[in-house]
């Protein structure tokens, strides 16, 4: 998941594959946030990628070619990382709201470091919290004042959203200063090759998801990384997907229609797979 969020981000995610036999979710907190380890010292994309194949391997998930991998925004760049190092274990990578590399996002600069200190100033209460959070993920104003029917327990959308958000604020510990400068080191740091991207396109299938008015992560970064994984639209294996009025957290505001991506993309991936197969033959 991303900047110091924790697995409780992915409720939507989880719930939706909840009901489906063929299907095991491997949810977690990365080092430094949540419920995790916060260790002194430097982090980097590439040092929590392998934290995730530790994990992988410790819960078993060693076959090749057995999992699908998502990454949102710092877990993208986590997830490229980890395609690096463990490639020949992934069936298929979705890339969701990330970058290749550390860009400031679609604002001034002076209001991106406004942003930064106002995200990190202690705040009075976790309901400050929450209005502070969501005013940097959600931008399309209609959608969160239109009602869901998915959910007729709200009012709104704002008002399940602020609901989900605090709760997962009150379950979720405060991360440690060094959880906080560590991951932001990583961030800050990271980079992936236009070579090692055109190398991960070759070896499995991609979706790239991106909202248009993402505030957090610009999203011409997810046009860079399409075009380099797929070789400029040559790999059919790799495909973009884009929500116009889409901001940062996409699993929440296109729930329906991002999850309905992700099935069709999975399905997908088993053609890419026996295509792949047949020729080694």
Aim: glycine share 6%.
């Amino acid at each position: 998941m991303g900047l110091l969020a924790s697995m409780y981000s992915w409720r939507e995610t989880v719930k939706h594959y909840a009901n489906r036999k063929d299907t095991t979710v491997l949810v977690f907190d990365n080092r430094g946030a949540g419920k995790s380890d916060a260790p002194l010292g430097r982090y980097t994309t590439t040092m929590l990628a392998e934290d995730t194949l530790e994990l992988l391997d410790h819960v078993g998930w060693t076959k090749s070619r057995s999992v699908h991998v998502n990454g949102v925004s710092m877990g993208g760049m986590i997830a490229m990382q980890l395609a690096l190092v463990a490639g020949e274990r992934i069936k298929s990578l979705c890339l969701t709201s990330t970058c290749a590399k550390h860009q400031n996002p679609p604002r001034t600069r002076l209001e991106s470091i406004a942003g930064w200190i106002d995200w990190f100033r202690p705040k009075p209460t976790n309901e400050r919290k929450v209005e502070v959070l969501m005013g940097r993920l959600f931008t399309d104003e209609a959608w969160l004042d239109s009602k869901n029917p998915a959910y007729p327990e709200f009012r709104t959308n704002r008002e399940r959203v602020f609901q989900i958000m605090l709760y997962r604020v009150t379950q979720s510990k405060t991360p440690r200063v060094s959880g906080q400068v560590g991951q932001i080191a990583a961030c800050l740091t990271h980079h992936c090759s236009q070579e090692n991207l055109a190398k991960i396109g070759q070896q499995m299938p991609v979706l790239v998801i991106v909202g248009r008015q993402d505030m957090l992560i610009d999203p011409a970064c997810s046009d860079v990384l399409y075009k380099q994984v797929s070789l400029e639209g040559q790999r059919s294996h790799v495909r973009l997907v884009s929500y116009e009025k889409g901001g940062h957290a996409l699993m929440v505001e296109e729930e329906e229609a991002y999850h309905k991506e992700l099935d069709n993309f999975e399905a997908q991936s088993e053609t890419f797979e026996a295509k792949a197969h047949d020729d080694r033959k």
